[in-house]
T-cell receptor
Framework: EAGVAQSPRYKIIEKRQSVAFWCNPISGHATLYWYQQILGQGPKLLIQFQNNGVVDDSQLPKDRFSAERLKGVDSTLKIQPAKLEDSAVYLC??????????????FGPGTRLTVL | GEDVEQSLFLSVREGDSSVINCTYTDSSSTYLYWYKQEPGAGLQLLTYIFSNMDMKQDQRLTVLLNKKDKHLSLRIADTQTGDSAIYFCAESISGYALNFGKGTSLLVTP
């Protein structure tokens, strides 16, 4: 079974530029998460989707971050404009379905963003 | 959310047992997880325990849960150099996002 796919793996941009990340979850997984992991810390949730609807985006800095999951499968996360403090690894995770006992989250390899 | 607490570093010799401790915050957490992260890689699920259990064993891994003290531990038997990584404890209420600790960096020396 293929795991969670993410691209690109690495991205370097200058502050005030825009960037987008892509995630393809495990087939059949209805729930998709984006986490931000700053160096030396644990991942922090940015947004959670159930199919193509948003479950929780309370921690998403909406003035600069946006995310979508239009067909309930792939998702994109965008930052516009980027700030220095956005340098982090952006992790995508998926789980079978919210509320089920098998809702263990599986993570992709992450995208490492460096903002100069 | 509130902080899940873990010690930051642990060093053990190859062949010894490692014990990584975690204190979580939410008494209504349904699941408690241990993830492993190697350099430059994503998070690999190691094991999890449901909140109505107090112990789970999976090959070299033993998870102990003390709900009264909100304390979780991961024991790795016969630790190998390939076990060197960062280990994250995480809590969740079923169906919702994980609340992670800052991670424990495990160094296994020959």
């Amino acid at each position: 079974e293929a795991g969670v796919a993410q691209s690109p793996r690495y991205k370097i941009i200058e502050k005030r530029q825009s960037v987008a990340f892509w995630c393809n979850p495990i087939s059949g997984h209805a729930t998709l998460y984006w986490y931000q992991q700053i160096l030396g810390q644990g991942p922090k949730l940015l947004i959670q989707f159930q199919n193509n609807g948003v479950v929780d985006d309370s921690q998403l800095p909406k003035d600069r971050f946006s995310a979508e999951r239009l067909k309930g499968v792939d998702s994109t996360l965008k930052i516009q404009p980027a700030k220095l403090e956005d340098s982090a690894v952006y992790l995508c995770a998926s789980s079978f379905r919210q509320g089920y006992s098998t809702d263990t989250q599986y993570f992709g390899p992450g995208t490492r963003l460096t903002v100069l | 959310g509130e902080d899940v607490e873990q010690s930051l570093f642990l060093s053990v010799r190859e062949g010894d047992s490692s014990v990584i401790n975690c204190t979580y915050t939410d008494s209504s957490s349904t699941y408690l997880y241990w993830y492993k992260q190697e350099p430059g890689a994503g998070l690999q699920l190691l094991t999890y325990i449901f909140s109505n259990m107090d112990m789970k064993q999976d090959q070299r891994l033993t998870v102990l849960l003390n709900k009264k003290d909100k304390h979780l531990s991961l024991r790795i038997a016969d630790t190998q150099t390939g076990d060197s990584a960062i280990y994250f404890c995480a809590e969740s209420i079923s169906g919702y996002a994980l609340n992670f600790g800052k991670g424990t960096s495990l160094l296994v020396t020959p």
